[in-house]
């Protein structure tokens, strides 16, 4: 057990829809990090969030957006669903930023859009 | 930009054997980090070994070490007395600065037979 949740750990959806994916990182981890998993384009890093503050961006589509509450728990917002985001999507969390650099991740939500 | 690039699609081995996966990266910065990451059928991301760039003495957990070789930008796993339960996605990782995304290969299918 890593220690960072997620859920749900599945969902299916309709195209056009939208859906929150949520995280919880370790205790006391300050950055969480987004990650897609697809068969065509591999694990890509979506974006990253430190402290409740946006820290870094990757290839995340502008139909996506995140945020990262006071509590640092995650939530990842996918909107207008096409059927190339069924993906499967990964959260993960890592210590002070700084200093750490293990990433603990999830297991994930697997997601399906029909 | 920096990339990481596993060459070996699938790979195999039998139990006890010895394996090796390989995997190239390219970045600028001169202290980052490595990773081989596992993920086995359940999907769960999980560290196998970590490598830091500054560390010229190659990293070993177990039956799994490295060999990093920095001006080559080269950086493959070694299984050693391989077990059925080694079968799984290996995925080489790149993380340019402490507490930032990381970088993945596309990934290594490992299969081990008995």
């Known amino acids: 057990d890593s220690g960072v949740t997620q859920t749900p750990k599945h969902l299916i959806t309709a195209t056009g829809q939208r859906v929150t994916l949520r995280c919880s990182p370790r205790?006391?981890?300050?950055?969480v990090y987004w990650y897609q998993q697809s068969l065509d384009q591999g694990l890509q890093f979506l974006i990253q969030?430190?402290?409740?503050?946006?820290?870094a961006k990757g290839n995340i589509l502008e139909r996506f957006s995140a945020q990262q509450f006071p509590d640092l728990h995650s939530e990842l917002n996918l909107s207008s669903l096409e059927l190339g985001d069924s993906a499967l999507y990964f959260c993960?969390?890592?210590?002070?930023?700084?200093?750490?650099?293990?990433?603990?991740f999830g297991q994930g939500t697997r997601l399906t859009v029909v | 930009a920096q990339t990481v690039t596993q060459s070996q699609p699938e790979m195999s081995v039998q139990e006890a054997e010895t394996v090796t996966l390989s995997c190239t990266y390219d970045?600028?910065?001169?202290?980052?980090?490595l990773f081989w990451y596992k993920q086995p059928p359940s999907r769960q991301m999980i560290l196998v070994i970590r490598q830091e760039a500054y560390k010229q003495q190659n990293a070993t957990e177990n039956r799994f070490s490295v060999n990093f070789q920095k001006a080559a930008k080269s950086f493959s796993l070694k299984i050693s007395d391989s077990q059925l339960g080694d079968a799984a996605m290996y995925f080489c990782?790149?993380?340019?600065?402490?507490?930032?995304?990381?970088?993945f290969g596309k990934g290594t299918t490992l299969s081990v037979s008995s």
């Open positions: 970045t600028s910065e001169s202290d980052y980090y």
């Open positions: 990782a790149l993380q340019n600065q402490a507490g930032t995304a990381l970088i």
């Open positions: 993960a969390s890592s210590g002070t930023g700084r200093t750490d650099t293990e990433a603990f």
């Open positions: 205790s006391g981890d300050l950055s």
């Open positions: 969030y430190y402290n409740g503050e946006e820290r």
